[in-house]
């Protein structure tokens, strides 16, 4: 599922709920309501034993997420590595100044994605902020903004 990046042929995101009015003018909402409404459709179309779906992998959109939880209560949920590597790499572009240490940083981001051990992701977190020590904004972009704090959504030892 999502909700940010990836489009049908009328470039509108996967899920799109939209709502009409009184006077039948459409608007784009995405509250959390509509988000539970839509899947627990999604949910009613499988038909496994739990009664929906046995993965979820889904953007970081915390109202989706809260909703996952809520409606498929054994379902596992990843956030997309994918969609996270990217926002990473663009935010690297805007943020380091050096192409040179480009590599160099991203190198150290996915030491952080990919880490194959619980007990060595702190050290691959330390050793990103280290290598950002230049670029403070960057590290505080993937740990403030919630991305580090998220880890067992997507952080290779963590998901398998």
Not at 50 to 71: E, W
Not at 79 to 90: E, G, P, S, W, Y
Not at 99 to 109: G, I, L, N, R, Y
């Amino acid at each position: 599922m999502d909700t940010t990046y990836k489009t049908n042929k009328y470039r509108l995101s996967l899920l799109e709920i939209v709502r009409v009015t009184s006077t039948m003018l459409t608007f784009s909402s995405e509250r959390q309501s509509n988000f539970t409404w839509a899947l627990e459709r999604l949910g009613g179309l499988f038909m496994t034993s739990k009664g929906g779906p046995q993965l979820i992998v889904s953007d970081r959109d915390l109202t989706l997420m809260n909703d996952i939880a809520t409606v498929f209560l054994e379902c596992y949920h990843l956030l997309c590595r994918f969609n996270i590597h990217k926002n990473v790499r663009a935010k690297r572009k805007m943020l380091v100044n050096f192409v040179e240490a480009w590599d160099v940083v991203m190198e150290a981001w996915e030491n952080v994605m990919y880490c194959e051990d619980e007990s060595t992701i702190t050290d691959c977190v330390k050793r990103l902020r280290h290598v950002c020590i230049l670029w403070p904004l960057l590290y505080e972009y993937v740990n403030e903004s919630g991305i580090i704090s998220y880890k067992k959504f997507f952080v290779k030892a963590m998901t398998n």
